[in-house]
């Protein structure tokens, strides 16, 4: 069974005083993520993403299509119970202090009474957060905030969860962290669907990504594959400027840092090039294949036509 | 089936629970929040100032506390109730807190019965100390109780059914209008259903098609008018046991109505 499904699910909104003018926010998507995997979703500010979630969980509905999770449709109250949620910039109740936020949410999530403190100690922990639990929102960094919400989309264990913009607002050792707390919810068996503007942490973490722009998904592709694929290309590494004349000789561009030299050169000017280094009697660091990145898929899909897609 | 399927069963079916941790937060927001204590103790200063008039009226001291005491009481409640009933759901989709909330098994009209019920409650924790402040003015300017006292607790009871009207006509507002139109329509629509007692004799009085729309808004409009027994109960006016009843059918009923106008909305809205 599929985490999600959805068949042609599209949004558009009457915009206007009279609403009688109409912006498409999300052309029709179809989509299928398995359960157990770490699915990406790509695109620029405005593409769409945070549509599809909200799409997702039921807050906006939508004017054609369908969209299904865990078998369920997305407004079913028994789906929720099973789903974890982390809007994009979330701002919580203030008010409240962290472990009183997570015992709510708890609650809402009908994890029994007799377990709620034991889960929202063991969340605050997983997070991060150990120690902050009595403090109010209200006097929580952007970072901690962040940490808060992610504890609030998994107190209730869910096996599913979607996160929207997970690592922003965090520094790089809460990026960090957050990358390992995704990591361990896809060894647990749960499945993640993260929005992200950040290629790296996609390329690190999923096993698929899906590219979306202007409300239009432009390709899905197994993130190994895609960066797996070869261009022909190798990046030669050296030590000592003595090679760099009869590397110019053969047209390669080099580019040093201090007695570090660097060029990327195609894979029939490998021999020679090598031959070069050898005779210039320097030290050849390292010689690497170069691969395809994740950022090279999601600028050749972002600037695809429509009929390119469709193909 | 699997192990989490279970609690996902509970959580679509016990609603009542779901609807008293939205009641309970809702509380527990208006109750941290330094506005509301402002707000009580500027009531509670005018209850005392009552006093001090009932020192300078010669022979009418208990009517003119009683007067101002009640008067300080609804009109500061119904403050409350318009300032944090125009926010109940405005709030939460500005500031994003209803997607975590509603990506939880709560449907939308028990979050919104969930945020009623909270008003309502902080409402009534708040009138009972504001009565209890009000009736020590009183016991300090008349030195003791009399049994027409007990029909001041029949007006503050209306008070309260005030209250509950009030809240669910600014809930309706605000889950659909930004909170400065949901506080400016409250307002004028509580303002209008003070006087809705002229309005309806002034409707029996029209004829033709005037007759008929003034007799429609008449009755749309909310009757504060007919819970407003302070003045009667300051002259020691018992208040019959037919009006409580008549009047709590009235407000429960207006409120209900409201309430599900609120939740009729709010259930085809796009939360954007």
């Known amino acids: ?311 | 089936m699997s192990s989490a399927a279970a609690p996902a069963v509970t959580a679509a079916s016990a609603s009542p629970a779901r609807i008293g941790y939205i009641a309970f937060n809702t509380f527990r927001e208006a109750v941290r929040d330094r506005v509301l204590y402002n707000l009580i103790a500027f009531a509670l200063l005018l209850v005392g100032a009552a006093l001090l008039f009932g020192q300078i009226s010669i022979g009418i001291e208990r009517i003119v506390v009683v007067n101002l005491g009640l008067t300080a009481v609804s009109l500061f409640g119904t403050v409350i109730a318009i300032l944090i009933g125009i926010g109940l759901v405005s709030k939460e989709i500005d500031k994003r807190t209803l997607y975590t909330v509603l990506a939880r098994p709560v449907r939308r009209w028990e979050f919104i019965a969930g945020k009623f019920f909270g008003l309502v409650g902080t409402l009534v924790v708040n009138t009972l100390f504001m009565a209890v402040g009000f009736f020590a003015a009183l016991l300090y300017q008349t030195h003791h109780f009399e049994h027409a006292d007990l029909y001041l607790l029949a007006a503050l009871y209306f008070i309260v059914l005030q209250f509950i009207v009030v809240t669910a006509v600014a809930l309706l507002f605000s889950s659909f209008s930004t909170p400065l139109e949901s506080a400016v329509f409250t307002f004028v629509l509580f303002l209008i259903g003070t006087f809705a007692e002229d309005l309806r004799a002034f409707a029996a009085m029209a004829h033709g098609v005037s007759h008929w729309v003034t007799t429609g808004l008449a009755y749309l409009i909310p009757n504060f008018a007919a819970l407003n027994v302070i003045s009667s109960v300051a002259h020691d006016q018992p208040v019959a046991g037919t009006l409580i009843a008549y009047n709590t059918a009235y407000a429960l009923l207006y409120a209900a109505a409201a309430v599900s106008g609120a939740i009729l909305i709010f259930e085809y809205r796009n939360l954007k």
Request: proline share 4%; charged share 25%.
């Open chain 1, 1 to 311: 069974m599929a985490a999600i499904e959805t068949v042609a699910l599209e949004k558009t909104y009457g915009v206007g005083f009279w609403r009688k003018k109409s912006r498409c926010a999300l052309r029709p998507l179809t989509l299928s993520v398995p359960e157990g995997e770490v699915f990406g979703y790509l695109g620029p500010n405005g593409a769409g993403k945070t549509t599809t979630l909200k799409l997702l969980m039921g807050l906006v509905f939508p004017t054609g299509g369908t969209a299904r999770i865990l078998g369920l449709d997305v407004q079913d109250p028994r789906l929720k119970a099973q789903i974890g949620f982390l809007p994009e910039q979330p701002y919580f109740y203030d008010y409240l202090t962290a472990s009183e936020l997570l015992n709510y949410y708890a609650a809402l999530s009908a994890v029994p009474a007799r377990e709620r403190s034991r889960r929202v100690a063991a969340v605050l922990d997983r997070v991060g957060l150990t120690g902050a639990g009595g403090v109010q929102l209200r006097k929580y960094s952007k970072g901690m905030l962040q940490r808060a919400g992610i504890a609030q989309a998994i107190i209730h264990d869910p096996k599913l969860v979607f996160l929207d913009e997970p690592m922003s607002g965090l520094d790089p050792v809460g990026r960090r962290e957050v990358r390992d707390l995704i990591e361990s919810l896809k060894h647990e068996g749960k499945t993640v669907f993260f929005s992200t503007h950040i290629l790296s942490d996609a390329e690190a973490l999923c096993d698929r990504v899906a590219v979306l722009n202007h409300g239009e998904l432009r390709g899905v592709g197994v993130v190994a594959d895609l960066t797996s694929h070869i261009k022909g290309q190798v990046e030669v590494i050296w030590q000592g400027a003595a090679a760099l004349g009869a590397m110019a000789a053969l047209g390669c561009e080099c580019h040093a840092t201090g007695d570090t030299v660097r060029a990327v050169i195609s894979e029939h000017q490998l021999d020679a090039a090598i031959d070069a280094i050898r005779r210039a009697r320097v030290r050849l660091v390292s010689v690497t294949p170069v691969r395809a990145s994740l950022e090279e898929y999601f600028i050749e899909r972002l600037s695809s036509t429509t009929a390119e897609v469709a193909r």
